[in-house]
Nanobody, 123 residues
Framework: QVQLVESGGGLVQAGGSLRLSCAAS????????MGWFRQAPGKERELVAK????????YCADSVKGRFTISRDNAKNTVYLQMNSLKPEDTAVYYC????????????????WGKGTLVTVSS
């Protein structure tokens, strides 16, 4: 069992930065691929970024590539999402999620979810 708790959301102006953190409890955190999803009002939940268990493989969606960076610290049981050059369209609830399969990784098949943290980007 893995519990996930996100933090770091808030209100920021366009062009600003935020760093989200996801703290995980459980002994097997380092065996899971981790990801960040987001869901804007009226839209489906979408994958933003993912990272494999060791942290040497990452993926970012085209919409955030070059602006967002995902990383993890297995010693601290924490995964991060550094978000730079934020845009109003990045406004959403951001969720941390875990799965033990790096390849098959989508909103419909994650094993564990956090409750989310709200990011609001003002223009």
């Amino acid at each position: 069992q893995v519990q996930l708790v996100e933090s770091g959301g808030g209100l920021v102006q366009a062009g600003g930065s935020l760093r989200l953190s996801c703290a995980a409890s459980g002994r097997t955190f380092s065996s899971y691929a981790m990801g960040w999803f987001r869901q804007a009002p009226g839209k489906e939940r979408e994958l933003v970024a993912k990272i494999n268990w060791s942290g040497d493989r990452t993926y970012c969606a085209d919409s955030v590539k070059g602006r967002f960076t995902i990383s993890r610290d297995n010693a601290k049981n924490t995964v991060y999402l550094q978000m730079n050059s934020l845009k109003p369209e990045d406004t959403a609830v951001y969720y941390c999620a875990a799965r033990n399969n790096w390849v098959v990784f989508s909103a419909g098949n994650m094993a564990y979810w956090g409750k989310g943290t709200l990011v609001t980007v003002s223009s």
